[in-house]
Nanobody, 124 residues
């Protein structure tokens, strides 16, 4: 069992930055690929970015490419999402998730463990 806890969300002006953190307990995260997802009111949950077990491979949704960066520190059992140049449309609840599968990272059904989410609100 893996317990995930996100932190770092908040209110930021458009153009600003936030860094989300995802901490784990129960098991080491090094055995899991990780995903970041978000869900805005009235919309379906969507993938934002994914990161491989080692952190060597990352992928991002087109809407955030060039602005968001995911990283991880397996020694600290932490995963991060650096969000720059935030836009109004980035407002959502952000979730981290963990999977032991080797593919399908863009799909929420691939992930076994989820955090509770952290709210990110971008204002004008």
């Amino acid at each position: 069992q893996v317990q995930l806890v996100e932190s770092g969300g908040g209110l930021v002006q458009a153009g600003g930055s936030l860094r989300l953190s995802c901490g784990a307990s129960g098991r080491t995260l090094s055995g899991y690929a990780m995903g970041w997802f978000r869900q805005a009111p009235g919309k379906e949950r969507e993938v934002v970015g994914t990161i491989s077990r080692s952190g060597g491979v990352t992928d991002y949704a087109d809407s955030v490419k060039g602005r968001f960066t995911s990283s991880r520190d397996n020694a600290k059992n932490m995963v991060y999402l650096q969000m720059n140049s935030l836009k109004l449309e980035d407002t959502a609840v952000y979730y981290c998730a963990a999977t032991f599968y080797a593919s399908g990272y863009a799909f929420s059904r691939t992930y076994t463990y989820w955090g509770q989410g952290t709210q990110v609100t971008v204002s004008s």
